[in-house]
């Protein structure tokens, strides 16, 4: 067999091929968000579900000792059941965003105006992408982070009476 | 017992395929023009021994014999039988055994069958062949034998995943099994082609049928996946372009691309070199397929078979074929010329094959791509319909359009000019499709395009049928037949996907909701039990408010005990114009259900022209066979 160009990178690529699939066998591949808890947020920027030109980005976060973003639609029906919790947690000391996620904004203000808004500030997420980034598989879910955008909570599913006990501890 | 026993027929099988390979290479050796029978009885005693250790794993999942781990993890028995027998390939380790057995029945039909063909190229196919048997027989006992004791004896299995208990998925392994394993015996005998320079015309013919057979299983093991996603995952959809739809895919192009090669080499004696990468790459592809799913490098459906351990065993055996092949080809290869009319068939079937080598490659590059960047990066990414939807469907257009014209050029050299055949069929096709359009509604540029170009086949099909009744040329239907069916099922997913109404809302007992075009009541629910799973069953009533016809639909919420999973049951009326969709599944802590409601178009349309497809394979295989 001459070795020509053409061999050399054939052979080459599946070499290559070969040690990346070996690599990949001894990853771990379970999608778990729980590792996300100490984690730094970061390239945080939500665009305001009223008004277009409003932002808000992580020097907001940083004003607050304690934020919570939750996220929610107005098509998720365990979103209503936790919201009462949020509503008594809007005039404590914690700063709350909502993120209003794959949704209409017709739908999500008739929601708010049904049920009353918590929110100091809802951000839009229509495809569904920023969420993605925060780890979320479902919603609702909620992440607490400190002023230094540290992820020191995240409950996954509606937030209930202990888990309310448990941050109205955590911020006193 | 039956352990010992399951144990004792492997290993015969283990050294029968050691004694093939040495007899055959003594054999080899030797002048005479036949086989000797020795060879013949070895390899039936192989198959034999093969057959019987797969009958005594499905006897142990029938008498629920929880002494072996595979079928206490595997089944259960409440379970009803033909799901218990379906059971023994439902998991990894029996799956491993039904490919064994495959690999073997296909190594002695083989040896049997060609007897016309030449002696030595027929020992190479065998030697090639078991030793494949033997890697896979290796693998098995060392690290994925199915019977494999455990002690002290459970009183009670782990059961069977509810979402595999369905009739399609029970016949849906052994179907592809045939297919991708199948692809083995041609593997064998390319190499076997290339040691023994038996090559050209001869070696077409003798791996023809097998090709066809493969193919055929390989395409209806597909499209009774497909069926199956679509009535049990409840998502609606009946291609995802998940990994493993993917994985299948793959020596699905390959072989396809051969069975058209193979015409060419069968009947013009060129092109033997690219015949034989294809047979090469269609085996490979299906081993690689495997191992990404097998391994868990991916995450996808088929999960349930994933384990790291098997990964490097199949990778480290993978590398071992590619090498071998690679070598043996490159050290053999002999340059050929190719001199192609333009105006030619076998023009149009190398057409064929770049087309299917570009889709090859398409999602072949989606499947691998994420796997490379989150090894190298640690980036996750998914590729999705949308990558594939943007590469492969405007391709479809000019790949119809050469389907059609490309059958009516003859050998070598085409005479006649068909320009204004051409021409005016475009028009023709043109004209119908602005009728459809008039009919259904306006679509974007790209429908258009595939609709004309999809009835711009159809009417060179008519034609081709007209001039087959008059000439009663037999060979020519299976093409019909298979080209007809690809292109109707294009037409029938374009229209399906342009005209799909998809509702998704949440809904309590009693409430009623209003969509443009139908009115749904959710009347109220009842609980029924059944022999392994309770269900939680609605009733919904649905209006047309077109016409006021009403239908009732009733999806099930299922809660299996063995293992105790949920799992929900889409509720689905078939029509021959559509199909209604409708599936509920139950929100927590709360009395809503989250109802999605779909009205898919000439949904049935589509499992009939991929049944088609199908179809043209076995009625070329029918004739085959009458004609010998």
Redesign the interface.
Known sequence: MKISISKIIIFSFIIFSFLIFWQGLKKNNDYDTKNLIGNKISNFQLIDLNNEKKLITEEDLRKNEYTLINFFASWCSPCRTEHEYLLKLSNKKIRIIGINFKDKKSNAISFLEELGNPYDFIGKDKNGKISVLFGIYGIPETLIVDSSLIVIKKYIGPIDQNQYDEILKLIQ | MLSNIGIGLVVLVLILSFLTIYAASLDLKTSSQSIQRGIYKLSLYQTTFTILSFFTLIIAFINSDFSLINVYENSHTSKPLFYKIAGTWGNHEGSLLLWINILVIFSYLFLVFNHKHNKKFRLYTLIFQNILILGFLFFLLLNSNPFNSIYPIPREGLGLNPILQDPALAIHPPLLYVGFVGCSIYFSAAMASMVSGYGGKLFAQSIKAWVQISWCFQTLGIIVGSIWAYYELGWGGFWFWDPVENASLLPWFAITALMHSLIVLEKRNTLHAWVIILCLLTFILSVTGT?LVR???L?SVHTFASD?SR??YI?LF??FM??SA??IF??TYQKEVYKFNLKSRETFILANNWFMIFFLITVLIGM?YP??L???TDIKISVGPPFFNIVIIPLVVPFLFLMAIGPNFSWIKSRNNNAYKILFLILGAVGINLLISNFFGKYSLLSNLIFIAAIFLFLHLFLDIKKFINKKNRFELPRIISHLGFGLLVFFIGINHQFSLEE???LKVGEIKKTNSYEINFEDIKITKSKNYKAIIGNFKLTNLKNNVVQYLGPEIRIYSNPETLTYEAAIKTKITSDLYLTMSN????D?Y?IKFQNKPFMIWIWISALMITLGGFTRLILKKNEN
Do not use: A, H, K, T
């Not at chain 2, 929100?587 to 709360?590: A, F, K, Q, T």
């Open positions: 191992f391994s868990g490098i995450n790291p990964g490097i990778l993978l590398l590619v090498f690679l070598i490159f050290s691998l796997i490379f989150d090894v190298l998704d809302f949440n929100v927590s802590r709360s809503y989250n």
